[in-house]
């Protein structure tokens, strides 16, 4: 969704207000770009006067402290960036993403707006309780989201700990997004050893590592072990082993999860599920969802001299973590949660790359 505008926001309380009333109507809706420097007839942009703020950093400063101040809830994931003009001056694009903690508020006239085709509106009590009932709902559509995408896959994982993890635009939960995956733009698997097999789904295109039958004589033909689901209505699903045995000492067998491997691929998977998705016009904020299975019995290996006692939960599936951008340090909760699992607090100073 666009929003265009001739002038930037004055300071008088009436600009303040409609700037808000812009922002967070494109929040409680589906996301979208307010530019400023625009001229428009009907909403189509007809002409390019730009706009010449005095100083660019203050106006930016400015405005980001009118929408953290003045939004409520404060709206999540605005950025702002500058487009110059090669006759002069430029067009401020403010980027605002659909929100997962709305609806938002504007403070200055205690309003709640909306978004359709003709441009915002102010929300009725009707639509104020659906937006809130949406928001009280969003996280249990997201746990079903990834609950269903875990039996998509006509494959199964090798017996042992497993880890299923979704990447899931907030917008895509609102709202049905549909793109056209293909085994060439589809998401990889976790560490795919030799070539990938693909397969087309009602739910999209899976990509795969078949078993080798040379290490894995007594398994079905239906075993893999990892998979990734890029689904057609725009998100993300991976599934993967995530264990073994290993003899630690002569004649002692443990069975172990080893952490740094674990944490690389679920940072890893994360950022690359992501790319995919803003390769395929989507963007955040996510919701990243990991459930494990199969943990009962299972160590965790942080290093040959420092073990986890074996864990005593089979299953869980870690609260969604809802985020605007995707890295090592965001999904820092889910890598908590996970050592939790095994009895363990994990150093809240330790990298994933260095696995340390």
Known sequence: MLEFKRQ???DGREDKAEFLADATSLANGQGGELIFGIEDKDGVAVSMPGVQPTNLDQTILRLENLLRTSADP???????????FAEGGGALI????A???????????????GRNSR????MDTHELRIAFTAAEGLSDRIRVLHDRAQGA?????????????????????RDVRDIAPTPENALAPVRPAGAMRSLHTLEGVVLHTPPDPNLFPHYPADFVRTFALTHRRGHMHVGWSIGGERELSKGQISKLVHAVSLEQDLVGMSRSAEA??????LAGPW??????QGLEGYELLVTNEDYSQPAWRDSAELSPLLIDHINEVTLAPLLSDTWLLFGMVRPPDRKVAEGR
């Open 74 to 84: 404060r709206v999540v994931g605005a950025k702002f960036h500058w487009v110059p």
């Open 94 to 97: 403010l980027r605002v993403p």
């Open 99 to 113: 929100s997962f903690s709305g609806p938002h508020r504007n403070a200055l006239n205690d309003r709640f707006y």
């Open 276 to 281: 995919k998705l803003r390769d395929a016009d």
């Open 119 to 122: 441009g915002k509106y102010p």
């Open 153 to 173: 896959s006509p494959f199964r994982l090798f017996p042992g700990p497993q880890a299923f993890l979704s990447v899931i635009p907030v917008a895509a939960v």
């Open 8 to 10: 930037l926001p004055g």
């Open 287 to 292: 919701a990243v969802v990991v459930s494990y």
